[in-house]
């Protein structure tokens, strides 16, 4: 019979090698998406401020990549949640960003982009939803075994 100290690990569960791998692909990918902004903006005679930007939100995914890889504690699905937040912070004003452009100038080129831009928004919305809701089932798990 196990105690509620072994069922609550058992929630959260081990770190598998398929997500392992995901928090190094964005570590890695945010460390060089940050790098190769920052070389662009240092060395532009007048960068655009969107690059400063990019850099930041590359440099979020290389920070989230690096914390997830270093818990040892349960995370009770807060790498998802976090990691959901990211994606809503990085597609939300992108998504703005292009439907405004096809407004502006018209084309099915530009509604094109703005459609896939609204598709990737929703979906990022849709994954911190569940992210959000699977945390909470979690956390009401745990607290009602005594946890």
Known sequence: MMDA????????????????????????????GALTTGLLWATEERPPPVLGGFAVLCLAWACYGGWALTRR??????DRVIGGWIAVAATWPLTLLTVALAVDRPGWAGWAGAAVNVVLALVAAVVLVRARSARAALLRRKRELGG
């Not at 690990?9 to 598998?16: D, F, H, K, T």
């Not at 997500?19 to 570590?27: F, G, I, P």
């Not at 504690?73 to 807060?78: I, Q």
């Open 5 to 32: 100290d072994d069922m609550i690990r058992r929630l959260s569960g081990p770190v598998s090698l398929r997500r392992r791998m995901a928090y190094v692909v964005a570590l890695v990918m945010g460390l060089g």
């Open 73 to 78: 504690t349960p995370l009770f699905a807060l």
